[in-house]
């Protein structure tokens, strides 16, 4: 950007003045084109990210799923575990209210 040829294209030099003119002009030329790279380098880095942002949410919400499934599985274990364990005390709990009717009942024909 900072060399600018000194001859026009008829071959004829250029005046000062006309050169000072076209170093700004190309100065501009090449500070715009430096910025739409930036933007454009920019843009694409940021797309990139939102891509592998939106796949990494998407293979979190798929893990998470799976993990919630596995959570809910142990849960509904726990649960019919607990149900299975409470069906067993409760037979338990029936064979001991008989066996306390049938003392009462021997206490009372005893008196």
């Known amino acids: 950007a900072s060399h600018v040829c000194k001859m ?3 071959g004829k030099n250029r005046t000062d003045a006309q050169n000072r003119k076209r170093k700004k002009e190309n100065g501009k ?6 910025t739409a790279m930036s933007k454009w380098i920019k843009r694409d880095c940021a ?3 939102t891509s592998l942002f939106s796949k990494y949410n998407h293979f979190n919400a798929l893990y998470m799923s799976a993990h919630k499934k596995d959570e809910k599985d142990e849960e509904y274990r726990e649960k019919a575990n607990k149900s299975r364990a409470g069906e067993e005390n409760s037979h338990e709990d ?3 209210n008989e066996a ?4 009462e009942l021997s206490a009372g024909e005893e008196n």
Do not use: A, P
Not at 29 to 34: F, I
């Open 8 to 10: 026009d294209r008829r």
């Open 29 to 34: 030329q090449c500070l715009k084109m430096r």
């Open 47 to 49: 797309n990139e990210i």
């Open 94 to 96: 029936e064979e001991d």
């Open 100 to 103: 306390m009717i049938e003392k």
